[in-house]
């Protein structure tokens, strides 16, 4: 049985920096692709990052480029969300997600409960 367990979100100010962590059971982040969303109130879920099989590849959602990184430790079987230069507009919950298939892109079929993440202004 897959599970992933999120944590680390908070409130925090605009500017700031958070860590968001996703404990994964059931199966080895390094053998599938796994993905960070997030959904704020009246929106659709978006995906705003993802990290292939082989780590080689990512996807980035425009909104968050170059300030969070998607990775992950093999060792501890964990996937992170390094969020920098957090925004007001990036208040979401966060959820991780994995898939079965090869591409960043598409359906994903295990998700985690989420994580709250507040940006004050």
């Known amino acids: 049985q897959v599970q992933l367990v999120e944590s680390g979100g908070g409130l925090v100010q605009a500017g700031g920096s958070l860590r968001l962590s996703c404990a994964v059971s059931?199966?080895?982040?390094?053998?599938?692709?796994m993905g960070w969303f997030r959904q704020a109130p009246g929106t659709v879920r978006e995906l705003v990052g993802a990290?292939?099989?082989?780590?080689?590849?990512?996807y980035y959602a425009d909104s968050v480029k170059g300030r969070f990184t998607i990775s992950r430790d093999n060792t501890k079987n964990t996937v992170y969300l390094q969020m920098n230069s957090l925004k007001p507009e990036d208040t979401a919950v966060y959820y991780c997600?994995?898939?079965?298939?090869?591409?960043?892109?598409?359906?994903?079929?295990?998700w985690g409960q989420g994580t709250q993440v507040t940006v004050s202004s």
């Open positions: 997600a994995t898939r079965d298939g090869y591409a960043l892109l598409g359906g994903y079929d295990y």
């Open positions: 990290l292939s099989r082989s780590a080689f590849n990512t």
């Open positions: 059931g199966r080895t982040v390094s053998g599938y692709v």
